[in-house]
């Protein structure tokens, strides 16, 4: 299983991202989908999830109304949508998959998911 974040960069404060991660190896409309970050020193930290089929997205407080997370089943692909950055949104970017029953009552649990990709630096400068 290979999941590849894609995406990262440099920006300023107020501008956009958008993340892509691919999977490979897995059956991708088994699994639902998060993306986590995290910045040195501190736990990783829920940011995003989404469903097997798409329906059902989650997101962290701190980044509601300016990220969007998405799916596309046919190209086994994952996107994160992130507008009105922060400089507090500096950080790695983790995309993972899960395959559980209940996923409304894990998604923002890291522990639950099984699949990780390798990271992708956002940068957000002030």
């Known amino acids: 299983v290979q999941l590849q974040a894609s995406g990262g960069g440099l920006v300023q404060a107020g501008g956009s991202l958008r993340l892509s991660c691919a999977a490979s190896g897995l059956t991708f409309t088994i699994y639902h989908m998060g993306w986590f970050r995290q910045t040195p020193g501190k736990e990783r930290e829920f940011v995003a999830a989404i469903n097997w089929s798409g329906v059902n997205t989650y997101y962290a407080a701190y980044v509601k109304g300016r990220f969007t997370i998405s799916r596309d089943n046919a190209k086994n692909t994952v996107f994160l949508q992130m507008n009105r950055l922060e400089p507090e949104d500096t950080a790695v970017y983790y995309c993972?998959?899960?395959?559980?029953?209940?996923?409304?009552?894990?998604?923002?649990?890291?522990?639950?998911?099984?699949?990780w990709g390798q990271g992708t630096q956002v940068t957000v400068s002030s």
């Open positions: 993972a998959a899960v395959s559980v029953p209940k996923f409304s009552e894990a998604y923002g649990d890291s522990d639950r998911y099984a699949y």
